[in-house]
């Protein structure tokens, strides 16, 4: 149990294009959702937290209109890259946490995507 | 929540124990320690938490210091595909809001 996925696993795009990330947790529900970003030989940097039916929380430094992050339903995050840059080239993380429906580290461990690698060219 | 620190890089033999330690000496009483691994391109991958009794499970087990100020993560049999990137983290446990923050990790290379 406890299963977070994302699509797609990789994209490569063009600078000044959009890139849309999607985190789904395929068997329980999740009030709130996390994004990350891990640049190659560094450790996972926290973007923001995503809250099922209102706005995020971006961690300060990230910027919350090029990083744009919709929580529409409780299994569901969306993370969108807008104009992406080739400095926005990374691996993107989302997380979950099942809550009152528990998960093989009980109710308030967090249980992370396969990732993201994002190119932009 | 409370700074993890954890050596940088371990070696283990496969199928020997690896031992990893991590210390959080300015843990809160209300803190839980976790730990994740990350393998290579992949997310990283929950094994095991703990308040302040030893815990074990299916992956690993978790020897936590009574003073709390420390933790060893054991794996008791390493094979080669449990070379990773392990991290320990120290937070709070509670329902919504609660954040996951990583440190550097201590970098696990099980050797045959």
């Known amino acids: 149990g406890a299963v977070v996925s994302q699509h797609p696993s990789r994209v490569i795009c063009k600078s000044g294009t959009s890139v849309k990330i999607e985190c789904r947790s395929l068997?329980?529900?999740?009030?709130?959702m996390f994004w990350y970003r891990q640049f190659p030989k560094q450790s996972l940097m926290l973007m923001a937290t995503?809250?099922?039916?209102?706005?995020?929380?971006?961690e300060q430094g990230v910027e919350k209109d090029k990083f744009l992050i919709n929580h529409a339903s409780l299994t569901l995050s969306t993370l969108t890259v807008t104009s992406a840059h080739p400095e926005d080239s990374s691996f993107y993380i989302c997380?979950?946490?099942?809550?009152?429906?528990?998960?093989?580290?009980?109710?308030?461990?967090?249980?992370f995507g396969p990732g993201t690698r994002l190119t932009v060219l | 929540d409370a700074k993890t620190t954890q050596p940088p890089s371990m070696d283990c033999a496969e199928g020997r124990a690896a031992n990893l330690p991590c210390n959080h000496s300015?843990?809160?009483?209300?803190?839980?320690v976790y730990w994740y691994r990350q393998i290579h391109s992949q997310g990283p991958q929950y094994i095991i938490h703990?308040?302040?009794n030893n815990e074990t499970n299916e992956m690993a087990s978790l020897i936590i210091t009574e003073d709390r100020k420390s933790s060893t993560l054991i794996l008791p049999h390493a094979t080669l595909r449990d070379t990773a990137v392990y991290y320990c983290?120290?937070?709070?446990?509670?329902?919504?809001?609660?954040?996951?923050?990583f440190g550097a990790g201590t970098r696990l290379f099980v050797k045959a």
């Open positions: 995503s809250n099922e039916g209102s706005k995020a929380t971006y």
């Open positions: 300015t843990i809160s009483g209300n803190e839980y």
């Open positions: 068997d329980f529900q999740a009030t709130t």
């Open positions: 703990g308040l302040k």
């Open positions: 997380s979950a946490a099942p809550g009152t429906s528990g998960g093989r580290g009980g109710v308030d461990t967090q249980y």
């Open positions: 983290i120290v937070r709070v446990a509670n329902t919504g809001g609660f954040k996951t923050i």
